[in-house]
């Protein structure tokens, strides 16, 4: 066994590759399910305090764009340092304080069993996108640009409706960011079985921002139908 591998050096090469990439793989799942629990901590504090709901709109839409680049800006200049994955979980509790606000919302127009229901529907969506990742065998690479500039315009018209308020154009906006980031979700998991993301902790943040906004995407799209059922 061993005068074959020798004989064939791209065997070896080629498996040390598999390992790595498995590795990573491997370390983003365990990271990503750690993250949950400093998100759910969060957003218990915050719906506990009222600590987000206290702000106004425009307060608190500073303190999310701030707080959240700041802390992304940190995870990546520290990815590759042991601060990396302590920046990662405060990041996650800061995501989660600030979900707290229209988990709150959310509880006092439509109840708990949406907020579960949307759980188990962005979880449904999460393995889903992680099954397609080991099955669809065609690059992916090409979706990137286009993920890209369809989270920027959806970026762009969110902020418009945070002006506007209409609930319609909230609806259209929330069906389709829930496609566009579990897209993304597909694509980030991908990447790494593709051994383009190499790092355990981007890779991890690239699929949490998208798990976060498919269930944040859901849940206004569950909470919007609740209040309106009453």
């Given at each position: 066994?061993?005068?074959?591998?020798?004989?064939?050096?791209?065997?070896?090469?080629?498996?040390?590759?598999?390992?790595?990439?498995?590795?990573?793989?491997?370390n983003?799942?365990?990271?990503?399910?750690l993250?949950?629990?400093?998100?759910?901590?969060g957003?218990?504090?915050?719906?506990?305090?009222?600590i987000?709901?206290?702000?106004?709109?425009?307060?608190?839409?500073?303190?999310?764009?701030?707080?959240?680049?700041?802390?992304?800006?940190?995870?990546?200049?520290?990815?590759?340092?042991?601060?990396?994955?302590?920046?990662?979980?405060?990041?996650?509790?800061?995501?989660?304080?600030?979900l707290?606000?229209?988990?709150?919302?959310?509880?006092?127009?439509?109840?708990?069993?949406?907020?579960?229901?949307?759980?188990?529907?962005?979880?449904?969506?999460?393995?889903?996108?992680?099954?397609?990742?080991?099955v669809?065998?065609?690059?992916?690479?090409?979706?990137?640009?286009f993920?890209?500039?369809?989270?920027?315009?959806?970026?762009?018209?969110?902020?418009?409706?945070?002006?506007?308020?209409?609930?319609?154009?909230?609806?259209?906006?929330?069906?389709?960011?829930?496609?566009?980031?579990?897209?993304?979700?597909?694509?980030?998991?991908?990447?790494?079985?593709?051994?383009?993301?190499?790092?355990?902790?981007?890779?991890?943040?690239?699929?949490?921002?998208?798990?976060?906004?498919?269930?944040?995407?859901?849940?206004?799209?569950?909470?919007?139908?609740?209040?309106?059922?009453?």
């Amino acid at each position: 066994m061993n005068q074959s591998v020798q004989n064939y050096p791209g065997l070896a090469g080629g498996g040390a590759l598999a390992a790595d990439r498995n590795r990573v793989l491997r370390n983003t799942y365990w990271l990503l399910a750690l993250s949950m629990v400093p998100t759910v901590l969060g957003a218990w504090i915050g719906v506990q305090t009222g600590i987000a709901r206290a702000m106004s709109p425009g307060v608190g839409l500073m303190v999310f764009l701030v707080g959240a680049f700041g802390l992304m800006f940190a995870i990546e200049k520290f990815k590759n340092s042991a601060a990396g994955v302590p920046i990662l979980l405060a990041f996650t509790f800061f995501m989660g304080l600030m979900l707290s606000r229209l988990i709150s919302v959310v509880l006092a127009t439509s109840g708990p069993g949406v907020i579960m229901l949307a759980f188990g529907g962005t979880g449904a969506i999460f393995l889903t996108m992680a099954t397609l990742s080991s099955v669809i065998k065609r690059d992916l690479g090409g979706m990137g640009k286009f993920l890209t500039i369809g989270a920027i315009m959806l970026f762009v018209a969110l902020l418009a409706n945070f002006f506007l308020q209409s609930p319609v154009l909230m609806i259209v906006l929330a069906v389709l960011g829930m496609g566009i980031f579990s897209a993304f979700i597909l694509y980030d998991l991908r990447r790494v079985r593709d051994g383009v993301e190499t790092n355990y902790i981007t890779a991890t943040l690239g699929v949490y921002l998208s798990i976060y906004n498919v269930f944040q995407f859901m849940l206004a799209l569950l909470g919007i139908g609740g209040s309106s059922d009453d």
